[in-house]
């Protein structure tokens, strides 16, 4: 690449992070003034590249005449994306480990966080939890009584439990007091329901792959061995 390249960080959704490094692939430069003033500020106009995932942006700012170190202001990103600082894709990828049930309300929950529809994403993390009680044949008593249901079967840790209450006290304030949640209650919620759905259906199923293998493999030695012994 050619070392002249001009770059700028720009937020960019389809990557998922707060900004990414891109790439100017044309830049034009306007200076703004009142009829028959001087010039007040530069207006950009940029065509730039991801140097991610290679997405075609048009970004605008401005700068000040007299700037006094302040830099560009004023960004807008075309086209524009809900949620474009602070998209999330789902972590949970192997889905069809993860009951139909419990899937849909973890997906249903980062679309309503991605759309920036917080209340409902709060309250999406709290049918997640319900649906993944329902799933494991829980279904009387409140809340707290069918997480500590859980821990008893061994499916939950301690801690895990722990963790559990605090998504409840995040889905109960969403939904019974209308309370909205900041987008970092929303993630740690996620970070929490994604690590349950990992220990109580991604990893057993994965160590029951694995088993599944190892004896596979092992009838196979057997087999081998027994064939060439006769």
Same mark, same amino acid.
């Given at each position: 690449?050619?070392?002249?390249?001009?770059?700028?960080?720009?937020?960019?959704?389809?990557?998922?992070?707060?900004?990414?490094?891109?790439?100017?692939?044309?830049?034009?430069?306007?200076?703004?003034?009142?009829?028959?003033?001087?010039?007040?500020?530069?207006?950009?106009?940029?065509?730039?590249?991801?140097?991610?995932?290679?997405?075609?942006?048009?970004?605008?700012?401005?700068?000040?005449?007299?700037?006094?170190? #302040?830099?560009? *202001?004023?960004?807008?990103?075309?086209?524009? +994306?809900?949620? %474009?600082?602070? $998209? &999330?894709?789902?972590?949970?990828?192997?889905?069809?480990?993860?009951?139909?049930?419990?899937?849909?309300?973890?997906?249903?929950?980062?679309?309503?966080?991605?759309?920036?529809?917080?209340?409902?994403?709060?309250?999406?993390?709290?049918?997640?939890?319900?649906?993944?009680?329902?799933?494991?044949?829980?279904?009387?008593?409140?809340?707290?009584?069918?997480?500590?249901?859980?821990?008893?079967?061994?499916?939950?840790?301690?801690?895990?439990?722990?963790?559990?209450? #605090?998504?409840? *006290?995040?889905?109960?304030?969403?939904?019974? +007091?209308?309370? %909205?949640?900041? $987008? &970092?209650?929303?993630?740690?919620?996620?970070?929490?329901?994604?690590?349950?759905?990992?220990?109580?259906?991604?990893?057993?199923?994965?160590?029951?792959?694995?088993?599944?293998?190892?004896?596979?493999?092992?009838?196979?030695s057997t087999h081998l061995t027994k064939s060439i012994k006769s």
């Amino acid at each position: 690449m050619d070392k002249t390249m001009k770059t700028m960080w720009v937020a960019c959704a389809s990557c998922g992070h707060n900004s990414r490094k891109h790439l100017i692939l044309h830049e034009k430069v306007v200076p703004y003034a009142d009829i028959d003033q001087p010039p007040i500020y530069n207006e950009y106009h940029r065509l730039v590249e991801c140097m991610g995932c290679e997405t075609i942006k048009y970004v605008t700012s401005k700068r000040d005449f007299q700037d006094r170190g #302040e830099g560009e *202001y004023g960004f807008k990103v075309y086209p524009e +994306e809900s949620g %474009t600082a602070w $998209r &999330r894709a789902a972590v949970i990828i192997e889905d069809e480990l993860v009951p139909a049930s419990v899937w849909k309300m973890y997906k249903e929950t980062i679309e309503a966080f991605n759309a920036d529809i917080r209340t409902l994403a709060g309250g999406g993390l709290r049918a997640t939890v319900e649906a993944i009680f329902l799933n494991s044949g829980i279904k009387n008593g409140n809340l707290q009584d069918k997480i500590d249901k859980l821990a008893k079967k061994n499916l939950l840790s301690s801690t895990q439990a722990e963790l559990f209450h #605090e998504e409840r *006290y995040l889905g109960n304030a969403a939904l019974h +007091e209308m309370e %909205t949640p900041s $987008r &970092r209650d929303i993630e740690d919620g996620l970070g929490i329901v994604e690590g349950l759905i990992n220990t109580i259906y991604i990893l057993p199923a994965k160590a029951e792959r694995l088993k599944k293998h190892r004896q596979t493999k092992k009838k196979i030695s057997t087999h081998l061995t027994k064939s060439i012994k006769s």
